[in-house]
Nanobody, 115 residues
Framework: QVQLVESGGDSVQPGGSLRLSCVVS????????MYWFRQRPGKGLEWVSS????????HYADAVKGRFTASRDVVKNTLNLQMTNLRPEDTAVYYC????????GGQGTQVTVST
């Protein structure tokens, strides 16, 4: 059974850092493309980052490029998102997704950036 469970969300001040993790069971994280999405208050689902399954190239939305780093840990079978220099506009529920058709997803983890 496939399961994705996000964690690591918290409340931080602007300029702070957080590390989100998505623990995966039911498949190996390197075998499928994996994604981070977020939903900001009052907004729709927004793509943040993706990692290809083949060449493992990582892509980022312009809004987070240079501040966020996505990675896979095959040993722990997790997808991670290191977030630095956080801004109030990064406040959102962050979700990990997997699959060529975004077949699998987690319940999300809340990140709040405020003074």
């Amino acid at each position: 059974q496939v399961q994705l469970v996000e964690s690591g969300g918290d409340s931080v001040q602007p300029g702070g850092s957080l590390r989100l993790s998505c623990v995966v069971s039911g498949f190996v994280v390197s075998n499928l493309p994996m994604y981070w999405f977020r939903q900001r208050p009052g907004k729709g689902l927004e793509w943040v980052s993706s990692i290809n399954s083949g060449d493992h190239i990582v892509h980022y939305a312009d809004a987070v490029k240079g501040r966020f780093t996505a990675s896979r840990d095959v040993v722990k079978n997790t997808l991670n998102l290191q977030m630095t220099n956080l801004r109030p506009e990064d406040t959102a529920v962050y979700y990990c997704r997997a699959g060529y058709d975004l077949d699998y997803g987690g319940q999300g983890t809340q990140v709040t950036v405020s003074t």
